[in-house]
T-cell receptor, first 116, second 116 residues
Framework: AQTVTQSQPEMSVQEAETVTLSCTYD???????LFWYKQPPSRQMILVIR??????QNATENRFSVNFQKAAKSFSLKISDSQLGDAAMYFC?????????????FGKGTKLTVNP | NAGVMQNPRHLVRRRGQEARLRCSPM?????VYWYRQLPEEGLKFMVY????????ESGMPKERFSAEFPKEGPSILRIQQVVRGDSAAYFC??????????????FGPGTRLTVL
């Protein structure tokens, strides 16, 4: 069974600084997707970024980028120029790419605080 | 383009009552997923449905829980004879069919169920 581990229950960053959130996963599959979702106090789940495992290039979305290390099964999220609105729970998630179950497997989350 | 709609946003039930949670997927999406989030936890997969079919219910408790996605109308997650341990946030997500397998899941705002 696939598992996702986020080893940092809480992180904090100063406004305008950079922070990296860690995620590791365990799978025997070779083809899959990885995601980072953001959950602000409103509790809405918002997609931040996604990565296809077959792509070697790391995904980027504006101030958000990932460091995908397939051999190490590591998928960290870097937030540059942190803003107060980035404060939220961040969840790493895994899904196999095709065939079988389409379910997302989530980590337990990292609570990010942004200090002004 | 409206996002995933869930109602009610908050639901209070007494022990032994029934809870019905509704989810309308995004326009053009034919795949629906239900997840449960307990306090201080990540989201846990419950069930994956396509129109009129349950594809994967491996995360559903064996008793009291059922889900459907009829040809017309929203998807329904039904919890019979609720107990206090059912108190949680229930999220629905939807995705489009794409080249024979599904793509990113987009989440609704969730329904927070409180059992008294």
């Amino acid at each position: 069974a696939q598992t996702v581990t986020q080893s940092q229950p809480e992180m904090s960053v100063q406004e305008a600084e950079t922070v990296t959130l860690s995620c590791t996963y365990d799978t025997s599959e070779s083809d899959y997707y990885l995601f980072w979702y953001k959950q602000p106090p409103s509790r809405q789940m918002i997609l931040v970024i996604r990565q296809e495992a077959y792509k070697q290039q790391n995904a980027t979305e504006n101030r958000f980028s990932v460091n995908f290390q397939k051999a190490a099964k590591s998928f960290s999220l870097k937030i540059s120029d942190s803003q107060l609105g980035d404060a939220a729970m961040y969840f790493c998630a895994y899904r196999r790419r095709q065939g079988g179950s389409e379910k997302l497997v989530f980590g337990k989350g990292t609570k990010l605080t942004v200090n002004p | 383009n409206a996002g995933v709609m869930q109602n009610p946003r908050h639901l209070v039930r007494r022990r032994g009552q029934e809870a019905r949670l509704r989810c309308s997927p995004m326009k053009g999406h034919s795949h629906v997923y239900w997840y449960r989030q307990l306090p201080e936890e990540g989201l846990k997969f419950m069930v994956y449905l396509q129109k009129e079919n349950i594809i994967d219910e491996s995360g559903m408790p064996k008793e009291r829980f059922s889900a459907e996605f009829p040809k017309e109308g929203p998807s329904i997650l039904r919890i019979q004879q609720v107990v206090r341990g059912d108190s949680a946030a229930y999220f629905c997500a939807s995705s489009p069919p794409l080249s024979g397998y599904t793509d990113t899941q987009y989440f609704g705002p969730g329904t927070r169920l409180t059992v008294l």
